[in-house]
Structures are given as structure tokens and as C-alpha cells.
């Protein structure tokens, strides 16, 4: 059983960019600082091609073929629904030729074809609005899916974390930005193809009824071959043009108006976690001009959108009452000649409104175009980053983990780097053997939890080798530690689900560590990181680690909240029920000391700590080794 997790400590999070440079054993750093991969930088590559990417890799999945199906059946109804409408344009004509004639007979009976034909059309309607919204649900789920499956590969999240800006809010990435990609996917990719198939089928019908168009000059009469079609093809090539020209910036405002809005979402959030912290300092004065700060970024951005909204709307909005009337004028010539009747210049007008509207799509709907190209460009960029993260750790020099053929842990001239080249740990030879206590101490910033991380294969930047026993055997166990939300059934068997283990066996982990007074709440639902203290949350850790029994435990200041006598209890743990368990323990509180057999020091040097044997702990000199610490300081 594998339980990896990370944690801040006294070592401090430093998300900088990775320099390429391969500069190694330089002057030792004062603390640890987290490596950010070169994935962060990202580079649009267009909308075409992005898309094309994501494409592929629906097709690899095992979504595919409802997507396929809906996508088919979409395209059904849409051909269906096109010859519908050629069959109301047709009918157009006669209802108005009837009304012209004044005969009762056939505008009664052209009423009963008019409401068949507006029965069927609306049966579609309904059966593409329902298909539509399906497979806008498929997508979502698919590209979710997805993405999550990239994420939360082993030690890719947390990594992906120290990444830079590309690697902010994933949440919002992860869940509005797939949210609104699919759904405007979905709305633009059957809007277009609707578009194109009532363009080619119209395309025709409005050229042949060109025909019918004579002008007349000073008595000589003549026709224009596809003088409709080439006026609808002008009217929305003007303001496709005016439209692009004016409405292009709205894709870079619609990028900058999410990434504003995820940074506030992420400062509310984080202040809503930390409110205890603000509330002991009196920091909420600071707090509040934080807010307002990221709150000044959102609203300026939003006003910059509604201005560019605003001027774009000049062009779309006159654009469509303008088309109002412009078939009308540029039918009127063959109306006017007499050689059409009204039931022919509606047939035209509305063959003509069929083509324009087709053609103005791209005015209409370019609001939203901007909007999904924005998003697209954010699912992309975070996709590129995760990944790219194994691909740019595999470029540069990386700590080699294999297992032990002994199934035992043994350093092999390990050294840990920072993301600049400086050196942490420097060339750490060691061998622990099964059943061994092993603490470590160190002064803060010497790399004892980067060396927790890089263990656990969190931390892969660096040289020599560390071979591991068996991974399911191992259990790690950081100093704050991963509650999850839900019950506290569920924290105390996690990662695996809650019904894994008897509720037997989970009482009397419970009890052993102290928390009986926690088991009346054993299945309620409760924010546990927020209800329990950090004591309790480490006696709920060890409660996990003892109903999963590993043989190799690895602590890194696990019982730094605990008292003196909860400490005793949960590390005689190992003395009884995981007697024979490895445990390797990064601590600084005294009294750690009785509970190993063994003691390691990482000493700072100009070259990076240097890890050295110090014999067997003993409480004297775990106290000496802390006066030393306050003398230097």
C-alpha cells in the first residue's frame, strides 16, 4: 500500500522557473526551493490545431462511440430539417400567390401543408435539442475524465504545482474552463455545420430564382447569372470582415477576464481556510486590500470586455436590422419589371435570408467564437503543461529510482538539487535494513523534507540512486496530514474506500490512538481538516497507518502537534502491533530519540549537507544537538 503526500514546511516553496543550465555543485542553498519546469511557458498554436489534439485524443478514448453516435445523430436531424426548410421556402411562395389570387380553397389548404410541415420541423427541433445537450454532457465528461487522469498521476499534481502561472488554478481549468469549452464545442460545431448545409442547399435554389430577375435599361432587358447569391455573398463578406476587425480583441479580454476571475475565486478560498490565522494576527485589513486588489483586476478587465462587447455590437446588431430590407431592395428590380409575382419575390427574399444567414454566422456568433478560442487556449495550455512535466524531467538529471533486490532502502551517492543547480544534499550514501528506527535530524533548511520527497519520488531532481523495497509496502506520512473530504471513516481508510475495512478494526484503531471521543462522529459528514486540531488530524494519520500495516513507515515531523504522552502512544505503535516495521522519521522535538535505534545528521557545508552517522540517539544528545542549533542561530 502506497500513501504519498506533500507538505510546506521549514523548507520553503520557491516556484521559479527551471534555468537550462546544468550548473552543479554550487554554494548550498538556505532552505529548499521548488523546482518549476520549463513546461510552464506555453505558446498558442492556434485554435485549428489545438482542437485537432484534443480530437485525437477523444478518438483514443473509450468515449468515442457515443460521441461518434450523437454526433451522427445530430447530422441526421440536421439534413432532415434542412429539407424542411426548402419545403417551407417552396411552400412560402404558393401561400402568398394564393393570398394574391384570393382563392380561399388553396390558402386553406396551403394552411393544412403548413402545419404539417411546422409538426415535423418541430419534432426535430426537439430531437437536435436533445442530442445537442447530450453530447455536450459526453464531452464534458470525456475532457474531465481526461484531464484528471493526466493530473493525478503519480506525483504529477503536485509537481505540475511548482510549474508557475501555467500551473494556477487548476480547479477552474480542470472544471469551468471544460465546462464552457465542450458547451460552446457542442453550440458552434452543429450552428456551423447547420449553417453550411442550409448554405449549399439554398446556394442553389437562390441562383436559380436569380434567373427570374430581369432588369430593364433603357428598354433593353437583361438577367444577372446568380445576382442574388453574389449580393448575399457581398452583403456578409462586409461584415464578416467588420466583425473580425472590431471583435478581435475580445479573444485575449475573455483569456485575461478567467484568469482574473480564477485568482479571485483562489484568494476568497484562501481566505476563507485561513480565517482562524487572519483573525489571530488582526490581518483582515490586509486581507481586504488583497481582495480589493485582485477585485480592481477583474472589474477593469470586465470593463475592458464590455467596450469591446459594445463596439461589436454596433456591427452585429446593425448588421441584422439592415438585412431586414436588403433582399427586398435588391429583389425589387425583377419585382418592379412585372415579371415576377409576390409569391415568387418571397421565395427569393426567403432563399436569400436562408444564404445571408448562413453566411453571417460567423457575425453572430463571433461572441461566442472569441469566447471558445479563450478557453480552448487556457484547456490547451494546462493539458501542454501536464503533459510535458515527465517529459521535461526526463531532460535533465533526475534521482533514479529502482527497487531493492533485498527489498530493503539504500542511498547510492544521492544528491538533491534545486531548480537552479544548487545542491541540497550531497552525496548521500546510506543503507537502511529491514526492522531499523531511523531519525534524522538537521537544522531547518538542510533538505531533511526534500529528501522526504524525494524518496517518496516526488522530488526527482538530482543524481545517484535510491533503491526502494516494494511501493505498496511503504506509507509516508507528512506533517499536516490529507483528509479528505466526507466522513472520518472514510480519512481513516484512505486512499482505499470506506468499506474496506470492518468497522470493527476501525474502532479499535480509534481507540489505540486516542480518539474514542471521536467515534459517535464516525459517518457524519464534517470539513475534518477544519473540525480537528492538528494534533488530532496526526492521531487520525496514525490511526490510517496502523489499520493498513505497513512494513516500511516514513515520518516527517508526523508527531510535531502531538504531547508528550500522545507521542509515546502512537510511536509505541511500532514497539507492538508493527514491531517489525522499518520507520524512517524526520523530527526535531526531544523525546523522538527513544523510540529509534539509530540516528542520522544532515550538516550543512558550503557544497551542500552532507548526511553523516551518528551513532545510536540518545536524549542528551538530541538536546545538545538543539543548544547548538540556538547558539548558532
Not at 58 to 72: F, G, N, Q, T, Y
Not at 250 to 258: M, Q, R, S, T
Not at 424 to 446: F, H, K, N, Q, Y
Not at 477 to 494: D, E, F, H, K, S
Amino acid at each position: 500500500m502506497t500513501h504519498r503526500q506533500s507538505r510546506d514546511d521549514d523548507e520553503s516553496i520557491d516556484p521559479r522557473l527551471l534555468s537550462q543550465a546544468r550548473a552543479r555543485n554550487v554554494a548550498g542553498s538556505d532552505g529548499d526551493a521548488a523546482f518549476a519546469p520549463p513546461a510552464a511557458d506555453y505558446e498558442p498554436k492556434g485554435a485549428a490545431r489545438e482542437s485537432l489534439t484534443l480530437l485525437r485524443a477523444l478518438w483514443r478514448s473509450s468515449h468515442r462511440l457515443r460521441v461518434v453516435l450523437l454526433s451522427v445523430g445530430i447530422a441526421a436531424v440536421l439534413v432532415a430539417n434542412m429539407v424542411g426548410q426548402i419545403r417551407l421556402n417552396e411552400w412560402n411562395g404558393a401561400f402568398f400567390d394564393a393570398l394574391q389570387q384570393r382563392n380561399l380553397g388553396t390558402l386553406g389548404h396551403q394552411l393544412l401543408i403548413f402545419f404539417t410541415i411546422i409538426g415535423v420541423l418541430l419534432a426535430l427541433v426537439v430531437g437536435q435539442t436533445w442530442m445537442q445537450q447530450m453530447l455536450k454532457v459526453r464531452l464534458r465528461e470525456w475532457l474531465t475524465h481526461h484531464l484528471l487522469d493526466k493530473w493525478l498521476a503519480a506525483g504529477r499534481a503536485y509537481r505540475l504545482g511548482l510549474a508557475g502561472k501555467i500551473s494556477v488554478n487548476p480547479d477552474q481549468r480542470i472544471e469551468e474552463d471544460t465546462r464552457k469549452l465542450t458547451e460552446l464545442s457542442a453550440g458552434l460545431a452543429v450552428g456551423a455545420f447547420q449553417a453550411s448545409l442550409l448554405l449549399i442547399s439554398f446556394f442553389g435554389i437562390l441562383w436559380a430564382l436569380s434567373a427570374h430577375l430581369v432588369f430593364t435599361v433603357h428598354g433593353y432587358s437583361f438577367t444577372i447569372p446568380g445576382y442574388m447569391v453574389w449580393c448575399a455573398v457581398i452583403y456578409a463578406l462586409i461584415g464578416s470582415l467588420m466583425t473580425w476587425r472590431v471583435g478581435l480583441p475580445l479573444i485575449g479580454l475573455n483569456a485575461e477576464l478567467y484568469a482574473r476571475e480564477a485568482e479571485l475565486r483562489f484568494a476568497l478560498v484562501r481566505v476563507n481556510e485561513s480565517a482562524e490565522s487572519i483573525a489571530l494576527c488582526g490581518g483582515e485589513h490586509d486581507e481586504r486590500r488583497l481582495l480589493n486588489g485582485n477585485l480592481d483586476h477583474v472589474i477593469g478587465t470586465m470593463r475592458q470586455l464590455s467596450g469591446a462587447l459594445s463596439r461589436l455590437t454596433w456591427i452585429t446588431s446593425g448588421y441584422g436590422w439592415i438585412a431586414i430590407v436588403v433582399p427586398i431592395v435588391v429583389a425589387a428590380p425583377g419585382y418592379f419589371s412585372g415579371g415576377m409575382t409576390i409569391g415568387g419575390l418571397m421565395m427569393v427574399v426567403g432563399a436569400f435570408n436562408q444564404v445571408q444567414a448562413s453566411l453571417r454566422w460567423f457575425v453572430d456568433q463571433f461572441p461566442s467564437i472569441a469566447d471558445w478560442c479563450a478557453t480552448l487556449r487556457r484547456v490547451s495550455a494546462f493539458k501542454e503543461a501536464v503533459d510535458k512535466v515527465d517529459e521535461i524531467d526526463r531532460s535533465i538529471d533526475n534521482i533514479s529510482l529502482r527497487p531493492h533486490p533485498a527489498g530493503t532502502l539504500a542511498f547510492e551517492g544521492v544528491s538533491v538539487l534545486l531548480s537552479d543547480g544548487r545542491v541540497v544534499i550531497a552525496e548521500a550514501t546510506v543503507d537502511i535494513a529491514p526492522g531499523e528506527r531511523v531519525l534524522i535530524i538537521g537544522e531547518s533548511g538542510a533538505g531533511k523534507s526534500t529528501l522526504f520527497r524525494a524518496i517518496a519520488g516526488l522530488w526527482p531532481w538530482g543524481n545517484g540512486t535510491i533503491r526502494h523495497p516494494d511501493p505498496r509496502s511503504m506509507m509516508f506520512m507528512p506533517q499536516r496530514p490529507y483528509l479528505p473530504l466526507g466522513t472520518l471513516r472514510a480519512a481513516i481508510t484512505y486512499p482505499d474506500p470506506p468499506d474496506s475495512f470492518a468497522t470493527a478494526d476501525i474502532e479499535a484503531v480509534v481507540n489505540r490512538v486516542g480518539l474514542a471521543d471521536l467515534l459517535p462522529m464516525l459517518d457524519d459528514q464534517a470539513r475534518l481538516d477544519k473540525n480537528l486540531s492538528l494534533g488530532q488530524q496526526q492521531m487520525v494519520a496514525f490511526a490510517r497507518l496502523l489499520l493498513h500495516r505497513p512494513l516500511w513507515v516514513f515520518l516527517d515531523e508526523a508527531t510535531s502537534a502531538l504531547d508528550e504522552l500522545s507521542q509515546r502512544r502512537v510511536m509505541s505503535i511500532f514497539d507492538r502491533e508493527l514491531k517489525n516495521a522499518t520507520v524512517l522519521t524526520i523530527g526535531h522535538r526531544p523525546g523522538l530519540e527513544q523510540f529509534h535505534t539509530r540516528l542520522l545528521r544532515l550538516v550543512r557545508t558550503p557544497n551542500g549537507a552532507q548526511l553523516h552517522h551518528a551513532g545510536p540517539p540518545s536524549a542528551s544528545g538530541t538536546i545538545d544537538i538543539l543548544k547548538q542549533r540556538v547558539a548558532n542561530a
